[in-house]
């Protein structure tokens, strides 16, 4: 036992800040900053978890990759000369050096720059120098880890067992499938690197306690700033006139601690936007054409979570990614992607610096403020608060990280 009285290893360490936890109240300052807990953090809660690494307009054509590269893991998404898509691992099977150094292109090959063994696309072994006669490189090929695409999502998981995807799915093609995501294309791609523990970041996001406050951009278009009970009147016109679209998303939770036994977490939730607005945009007018089967704005937008670490937000013109992925224990960083029409052109169809400005600055004002979190979180003086009732998915989220942590 320790000075503190927090028992000692990492294993005791964690057990007792467990047990100590405060239900209803954020997390205490250890969940942030140790490197044990972080540790856990991804074994126990990420890496056996779906996460999504990005759209497969990323990777059209065989040969196409890019890196996805969370923690200590790093691994390349690659189509394959059979047009397959495929999650390698990137790294070597002679000494475990990084096979692949850029962080997308096209490649014919994969060539470990340490001692040039060579891999196919597919992963196989296709060379290796100077190895003697009897060496069987069948049995040396870059490992695999499970990969799934989902209405134009790419999902992976690094666990050996990886959780069910039913629900996922039935909830992304009854989401996303009237907005045409399987078919859309990544119009722009963003990263904001962020000082602070990776769970800050996504606490952040699943509640909107803070966007009066810190977006006022955000809030002057969106209903979801202010309770739910008050905004019963614009719920109802929404689904009045996403009907008149013949529109039907339906809000489902099978989110946190309600998730089904063995099943992917999943949450769709239907948002309206306040009187003449149509979608996310500086004066709430239209980016980009309509997506998907929709023939007119419902006034409405579609928020979609999988598992920890994924969230997602579809207008009818265009739709949001926005991937969180842990690095250390105080860094993470913030992939945020913009999607439009498949065929749309960007100087023709849509402006780009127009359709991006809302959730750039927005993304922006959320790096400034989780940051400023941790800042607060590593003082001697912090001490977890009550979570408001506004926060209700950010309690959710520590009582389902908490329990899957033990």
């Known amino acids: 036992m320790s000075a503190d009285g927090i028992m000692n290893g990492p294993e005791g360490k964690i057990r007792e800040l467990i047990a100590r936890y405060r239900p209803g109240f954020s997390l205490p300052q250890a969940f942030y900053d140790d490197p044990d807990v972080f540790r856990r953090d991804m074994e126990r809660f990420v890496m056996r978890h779906w996460v999504c690494v990005g759209h497969v307009s990323r990777v059209p054509n065989p040969g196409d990759y890019f890196l996805y590269e969370a923690a200590r893991e790093s691994v390349i998404i690659v189509r394959g000369a059979d047009r397959e898509l495929r999650a390698l691992t990137n790294v070597c099977r002679h000494r475990g050096s990084h096979v692949c150094r850029e962080k997308a292109g096209n490649a014919k090959v994969f060539l470990c720059p340490y001692h040039a063994w060579a891999y196919n696309l597919d992963g196989t072994l296709r060379s290796a120098r100077h190895m003697p006669e009897d060496f069987d490189g069948s049995a040396y090929g870059l490992k695999r880890i499970h990969l799934r695409v989902v209405e134009g999502l790419i999902l992976v998981s690094f666990a050996k067992d990886p959780l069910g995807l039913a629900e996922v799915e039935r909830t992304l093609t009854q989401g996303y499938g009237p907005y045409g995501w399987a078919d859309a294309k990544v119009a722009h791609r963003a990263v904001y690197k962020i000082d602070a523990n990776w769970?800050?970041?996504?606490?952040?996001?699943?509640?909107?306690?803070?966007?009066?406050?810190?977006?006022?951009?955000?809030s002057k278009l969106h209903a979801n700033e202010q309770p739910r009970p008050k905004i019963a009147a614009l719920v109802a016109e929404m689904n009045t006139r996403a009907a008149a679209c013949d529109i039907a998303i339906e809000n489902r939770?099978?989110?946190?601690?309600?998730?089904?036994?063995?099943?992917?977490?999943?949450?769709?939730?239907?948002?309206?936007m306040y009187d003449k607005t149509v979608t996310g945009t500086d004066d709430g007018k239209p980016a980009a054409p309509l997506m998907g089967s929709f023939k007119d704005y419902d006034g409405g937008s579609t928020f979609?979570?999988?598992?920890?670490?994924?969230?997602?937000?579809?207008?009818?013109?265009?739709?949001?990614?926005?991937?969180?992925?842990?690095?250390?224990?105080?860094?993470?960083e913030m992939e945020v992607c913009w999607l439009v029409r498949g065929d749309a052109v960007a100087g023709k169809d849509y402006d780009l610096a127009r359709l991006v400005w809302l959730w750039d600055i927005t993304s922006a004002a959320d790096k400034r403020i989780i940051e400023d979190n941790q800042k607060g979180i590593n003082?001697?003086?912090?001490e977890p608060g009550p979570f408001a009732p506004m926060e209700i998915n950010a309690r959710r989220l520590a009582d389902w990280y908490l329990k899957e942590l033990a």
């Not at 769970?199 to 955000?218: G, M």
Request: with cysteine; aromatic share 20%.
């Open 199 to 218: 769970k800050l970041a996504v606490e952040n996001y699943v509640e909107c306690y803070h966007c009066a406050p810190a977006h006022p951009e955000y």
């Open 253 to 272: 939770d099978k989110w946190a601690l309600d998730a089904a036994p063995g099943e992917e977490a999943v949450y769709c939730v239907r948002y309206p």
């Open 304 to 332: 979609i979570h999988i598992g920890p670490a994924s969230f997602f937000l579809a207008y009818p013109d265009h739709g949001l990614m926005y991937l969180f992925i842990p690095k250390t224990p105080q860094y993470c």
């Open 379 to 382: 003082s001697r003086f912090y």
